[in-house]
């Protein structure tokens, strides 16, 4: 390396054999600019102690683990993928050894946001439900939209996902409806519809109703609806790869590089406002 060429970003990968982890594997070895320093899975998986880049048919050199610190030690910044409690379990490390975050797992209650925000005061954190950049432009146009229909027009959120998913709505769809009622000066708690049966009722114009499917290998489609009598406006995004959240992560690590703490939002990364 000459002296000039800045040190590579040392990311760690939590959820290393999942389809995020893969990806993200694959996106690290790919960057001129990171190197791979930690690989984490969870205790008793098969993985544990092979070289987390095996799947590649090439070796990186490190290992598979299920302890924290082993995995951790070393690591500039850990990119998470995994499910809320185990993102809790790797942010209390991550706080304690001044490792930062990128997190991309989807699910967390209130009260495990309140946590990682906390957190943010110790430790610079990333965190989106969605790290592609088709889905945060998306995210302005909603906001754009929502104000300029913000009558006579019903808001539906509709998505689609693999088989495999856990959880619903998606983190994806659950922002949507936070950008659009905020954009009308509604409380998503209160006006968001989760699916609907038997005999509902006329629709409430003030609601904001969400629609999940499951089926097959979905990568990620999300549409939100504004329908009004005469016309419908569909604004859709949908995903074919799963590189574009690998690649955004990347971005996330690069723009954390050299903070010190806060909470930060993909808007903050693309420079979305
Ligand atoms: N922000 C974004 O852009 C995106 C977010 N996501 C979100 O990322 C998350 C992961 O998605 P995906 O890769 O498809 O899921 P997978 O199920 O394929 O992978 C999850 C990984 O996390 C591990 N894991 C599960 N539970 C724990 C735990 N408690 N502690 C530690 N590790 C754990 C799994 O291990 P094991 O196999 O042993 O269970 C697996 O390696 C989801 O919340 C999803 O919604 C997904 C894509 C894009
Ligand atoms: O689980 C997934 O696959 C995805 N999860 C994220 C979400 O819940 O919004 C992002 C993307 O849609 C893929």
Excluded at 7 to 23: D, F, N, Q, V, W
Excluded at 136 to 153: F, H, I, Q, W
Excluded at 215 to 232: M, P, Q, S, W, Y
């Amino acid at each position: 390396m000459s002296p000039s060429t800045p040190a590579p970003l040392r990311i760690a990968i939590a959820g290393c054999t999942g389809r995020m982890g893969h990806m993200l594997i694959e996106a690290v070895m790919a960057a001129d600019d990171c190197v791979l320093a930690g690989a984490l899975d969870r205790a008793g998986s098969p993985a544990i102690g092979q070289d987390a880049s095996a799947f590649l048919g090439k070796a990186s050199g490190v290992a598979i683990t299920a302890d924290l610190r082993t995995g951790l030690q070393g690591a500039d910044c850990l990119i998470d993928f995994t499910r809320p409690e185990g993102t809790l379990a790797h942010l209390a490390v991550c706080r304690e050894l001044g490792v930062q975050l990128v997190i991309g797992t989807t699910g967390f209650s209130d009260a495990q946001k309140a946590e990682i925000a906390a957190a943010a005061e110790d430790v610079a954190i990333m965190m989106a439900p969605n790290m592609s950049v088709g889905v945060n432009v998306v995210l302005r146009l909603l906001d754009m939209a929502a104000r300029a229909l913000n009558e006579g027009y019903d808001i539906e959120i509709i998505e689609a996902h693999h088989r495999f998913k856990v959880d619903a709505p998606s983190g994806t769809a659950l922002k949507m409806g936070e950008v659009v009622a905020n954009a009308l000066g509604r409380d998503l708690k209160e006006c968001a519809v989760y699916g609907r049966e038997g005999v509902t009722g006329e629709r409430d114009p003030s609601t904001i109703g969400f629609a999940t499917i499951r089926g097959g290998d979905v990568v990620g489609d999300h549409t939100v609806l504004f329908a009004g009598i005469g016309e419908r406006i569909e604004i859709s995004h949908k995903s074919s790869s799963r590189a574009t959240y690998a690649q955004g992560s990347l971005r996330a690590v690069r723009f954390l590089a050299g903070k010190a703490r806060g909470l930060y939002g993909m808007n903050d990364v693309l420079g979305l406002g």
